[in-house]
């Protein structure tokens, strides 16, 4: 139980155009989804935290405007970065919450921008 | 403010050797803490949990952690290191609020190297 997919699981695009990325939850209603950004061999930064209805909350640092999140319903949240550009590609993973404490992980989607 | 300080990026073990990676926490109230593991391009999987109840936590794949709150610490064990155990490892605290919204702040990561 508890799975949670990304589409795509790689995506290449050039520079300039948008991508969208979508986090679902197979098994489960998420009232809460986290958008997190990952560096090569580094953590994972929060960039961003959804619920189902409203309007995403983002962290420090994070462009609102470039990485527009839409949390449409208790399965599905998108990440559509928009204006892509090379320093954009990095590893995107969501996870999804239903619970107090407990955070489900997708399996990540590898953006490019070239 | 939550933090957490993973202590050595890199941990290299022979395989049949015990692994130890190593996690400290700070928060201000107690805490609920986590152990991940990620494999080359995929997303993260729990190892295991600590949320208030046995300070001994025994995870999957054989891995333990235990709670020591004096030494606001959570290390994670195996006794006997396999070759498919080479990963990153992440530790991750949680203020664990109520209402399905709390954030996770995750360590820098430790990559386990097993050698044969």
């Known amino acids: 139980g508890a799975v949670v997919s990304q589409h795509p699981s790689w995506v290449i695009c050039k520079s300039g155009t948008s991508v969208k990325i979508e986090c679902r939850s197979l098994?489960?209603?998420?009232?809460?989804m986290f958008w997190y950004r990952q560096f090569p061999k580094q953590s994972l930064m929060l960039m961003a935290t959804?619920?189902?209805?409203?309007?995403?909350?983002?962290e420090q640092g994070v462009e609102k405007d470039k990485f527009l999140i839409n949390h449409a319903s208790l399965t599905l949240s998108t990440l559509t970065v928009t204006s892509a550009h090379p320093e954009d590609s990095s590893f995107y993973i969501c996870?999804?919450?239903?619970?107090?404490?407990?955070?489900?992980f997708g399996p990540g989607t590898r953006l490019t921008v070239t | 403010a939550q933090s957490v300080t993973q202590l050595g990026s890199h941990v290299s073990v022979s395989e049949g050797a015990l692994v130890l990676l190593r996690c400290n926490y700070s928060s201000s109230v107690p805490p609920y803490l986590f152990w991940y593991v990620q494999y080359p391009n995929q997303g993260l999987q729990l190892l295991l949990k600590y949320t208030s109840a046995a300070t001994l936590v025994k995870g999957i794949n054989g891995f333990e952690a235990e709670f020591k709150k004096s030494e606001t610490s959570f290390h994670l064990t195996k006794p006997s290191a396999h070759m498919s155990d080479a990963a990153e490892y992440f530790c991750?605290?949680?203020?664990?609020?109520?209402?399905?919204?709390?954030?996770?702040?995750f360590g820098a990561g430790t990559r386990l190297a097993v050698h044969p």
């Open positions: 996870s999804a919450s239903f619970g107090e404490y407990e955070q489900y």
């Open positions: 959804s619920n189902e209805g409203s309007k995403a909350t983002y």
């Open positions: 098994d489960f209603q998420a009232t809460t």
């Open positions: 991750a605290v949680s203020e664990g609020r109520s209402g399905g919204y709390n954030k996770l702040i």
